[in-house]
């Protein structure tokens, strides 16, 4: 007869293993490719906002320009993500502590956002205030540069996706590109180079990880039982 402690240790070894296994199989809905190509093609769409707003002359149009851009993608990749995964992978909830993980991130994302609505308000006021502009932008794109490599490295821990921590990086140094040239040097990137030229290698990325994943997981003729993994 087993002892309490060997019964204690069994049950804390499978909750070990059902714990991996709820990380691999959360793993396996983001080896899809297409979040990878989202953030790709975000940038590719600030960075023709970007060039709209020069275009016209006006900043209100290229940020709207950009939402637009935004909603268009971030929708149609929530229909196709949804049907791609739920043919091939199934249905999958994950356990109360990866919800958590989940809403962390989400609630870092708004924050980011947030956090960039105030840097630039910041940067306006001190603009206003008798600070040069030329500090203003030399400091502005180093909180972008954080803001990024903070956000996406979060989302790299919290979602077990490490790549991320390399986009974030990409993304950081779009701020840089596109400011720091012009107001040190007297040397302006395109808007499209400086968003373009760290958005190739992750939609290349992305798109490598979208075929392997058509690949290794084809379609399923028949509904697939909805698993819920993981502990509290």
Known sequence: MESPLTQEMITVAQLADLKSLEKQAFRKFYEDGLL????????????????????????????????????????????????LLRSRLGHFTPGPGRRRKITSTRLILLASAVLGVIA???????????????????????????????????????????????????????????????VLWDSRVPPLVAFGAPAVPIIIIGLWKLTHFLKDYPAQPTSRQETVLGGS
Do not use: C, H
């Open 36 to 83: 990878d190509v989202l953030f790709g093609l975000m940038m590719v769409g600030m960075s023709v906002g970007a060039v709209v707003e020069d275009w016209l002359d006006n900043e209100a149009m290229g940020l709207l320009f950009m939402l637009g851009i935004a909603v268009v993608l971030v929708t149609s990749l929530k229909i196709v993500r949804v049907q």
């Open 120 to 182: 630039f308000g910041v940067g306006a006021v001190a603009n206003g205030g008798g600070i040069s502009a030329t500090a203003v932008e030399v400091w502005l794109p180093l909180v972008w540069f954080v803001n990024a490599t903070v956000v996406l490295g979060a989302m790299a821990y919290l979602l077990d996706v490490p790549r991320f921590y390399l986009y974030g990086v990409l993304f950081g140094l779009v701020g840089p590109l596109l400011i720091w040239p012009d």
